[in-house]
């Protein structure tokens, strides 16, 4: 199941810091996703099975007027 990060899923920035350094990902430590979590222009969709809710993956970028740029995944 894909979903919108909210700032309910700032107790995730751990996990999402873990996820992106181990798969070698442009590594953003936990301090980071918190900060993306908080900006206006920041979209952060997480992949997650229904059965647990803790992110499986993600993928984040922001949206200014009419473009975006992929940030993180």
């Known amino acids: 199941m894909i979903e919108l990060a909210t700032?309910?899923?700032?107790s995730?920035?751990?996990?999402?810091?873990q996820i992106a350094k181990d798969a070698h990902a442009a590594f953003w430590n936990?301090?980071?996703f918190?900060?993306?979590l908080k900006l206006?222009?920041?979209q952060i969709f997480l992949c997650r099975t229904q059965a647990n809710k803790?992110?499986?993956g993600f993928v984040?970028?922001?949206v200014y007027q009419d473009?975006?740029?992929l940030t993180n995944f």
């Open 7 to 10: 700032q309910k899923d700032i």
């Open 40 to 42: 206006a222009c920041a």
């Open 30 to 32: 936990k301090e980071q």
């Open 60 to 62: 984040c970028f922001r």
């Open 67 to 69: 473009e975006s740029e």
């Open 34 to 36: 918190e900060e993306e």
């Open 12 to 17: 995730h920035s751990e996990i999402l810091a």
């Open 54 to 56: 803790d992110p499986l």
